[in-house]
């Protein structure tokens, strides 16, 4: 099943009576996401092999260090030229074997918060966040997507970057302010019209980020 570890701390400081600023810090670990990918991978451990891997497996060169077909009939199925590298694939029989639904992507998250608000006081208030973040993450490689796959399946650690989604840098501003006038303000504060006019506020919503990170 899909696991999440999450993690936050902060701190804050108030002064002035009616200000307060806080520092905290989100992390987010989400293990055993589901997905797929070629399972039929050569073991990068062969690499060091080098061009042996595209000579046919009856070479001479191949037999002599040791190579021979993985099982009976592999030369009836890919001919006498079938390469050592499908040769040493874990399902020689197959080009290629795609494990759908293994829970062995994930993702992690990172993030630095920064707020400063002013209470409200003197009709007016405001807030102020500041988040530098940052998600990695394997999970878009899966092939079940239409994606090619992790380059090395043997070390799927080793492939994450930077997610479709990830959004490094978000400003997010908002506001309260309450109509000077009716009870309790300094203009029309008694009578009728007060009534009618007063208790009003105005308030609205600034938000600006960075754009999502595109491969």
């Given amino acids: ?20 600023i806080t520092v905290g810090y ?5 293990h055993h996401l589901a997905g797929s990918y070629n399972a039929n991978q050569v073991n ?23 190579y021979t077909p993985p099982f009976p009939g592999f030369a009836t199925l890919y001919g006498s030229s079938a390469p050592l590298a499908q040769a040493l ?11 759908v639904g293994n829970r062995v992507f994930g993702a992690n998250y990172n993030a630095l918060l920064v707020k400063a608000e002013h209470h409200f006081s003197h009709s007016f208030q405001y807030l102020v966040s500041y988040t530098f973040s940052k998600t990695l993450t394997n999970v878009p490689l899966n092939v079940e997507y239409g994606y090619p ?7 799927l650690r080793a492939e994450k970057y930077l997610s479709g989604f990830d959004i ?17 303000q300094p203009f029309l504060n008694h009578g009728f019209a007060s009534n009618i006019l007063g208790g009003w506020a105005t308030s609205g919503i600034l938000t600006y980020r960075s754009e999502e990170h595109t491969s």
């Fill in 149 to 155: 796959g992790p380059q090395n399946a043997y070390d």
């Fill in 89 to 99: 694939k874990p399902f020689p029989q197959y080009q290629s074997v795609n494990d």
């Fill in 26 to 30: 989100v992390g987010q670990n989400t």
């Fill in 168 to 184: 490094p840098q978000t400003l997010v501003m908002s506001y309260t302010y309450a109509l000077p006038w009716g009870p309790g």
């Fill in 44 to 66: 990068p451990g062969y690499l060091s092999l080098g061009g042996l891997l595209t000579k046919p497996i009856t070479d001479p060169a191949v037999v002599a260090a040791g």
């Fill in 1 to 20: 099943l899909e696991f999440r570890r999450v993690l936050f701390r902060s701190i804050q400081k108030s002064f002035a009576r009616d200000y307060a």
